[in-house]
């Protein structure tokens, strides 16, 4: 059975950072199939960076510059670190892993900037 457990989220004023986990269990696909989606209040969930299959990373427009994607294949852990954190960073973050038929999800993590 696969299980995603993510951790990291918390309260951070603008400017701050902070680095998300996400440790996958029951799995041998490798961190090149994971990444992170986000879902901001009352909108729909949007890509916050993955890796693709060539092992690089690909991110969406708004973190570009700021968050950084990266991944222990031992650990069989994906990492975000984000810098620079911005209100509309707040979020629901969930680390996602793609298998040939289906994609798994995390219990999700809060990120909240704020002053």
């Known amino acids: 059975q696969v299980q995603l457990v993510e951790s990291g989220g918390g309260l951070v004023q603008p400017g701050g950072s902070l680095r998300l986990s996400c440790a996958a269990s029951?799995?041998?696909?490798?961190?090149?199939?994971m990444g992170w989606f986000r879902q901001p209040p009352g909108k729909q969930r949007e890509l916050v960076a993955g890796f693709v299959v060539s092992g690089r990373a690909t991110y969406g427009d708004s973190v570009k510059g700021r968050f950084t994607i990266s991944g222990d294949n031992a650990k069989n852990t994906v990492y975000l670190q984000m810098n620079s954190l911005e209100p509309m960073d707040t979020a629901v973050y969930y680390c996602?892993?793609?298998?040939?038929?289906?994609?798994?999800w995390g219990q999700g993590t809060q990120v909240t900037v704020s002053s």
């Open positions: 029951g799995s041998s696909r490798g961190v090149n199939y």
């Open positions: 996602y892993l793609n298998h040939p038929t289906t994609t798994y």
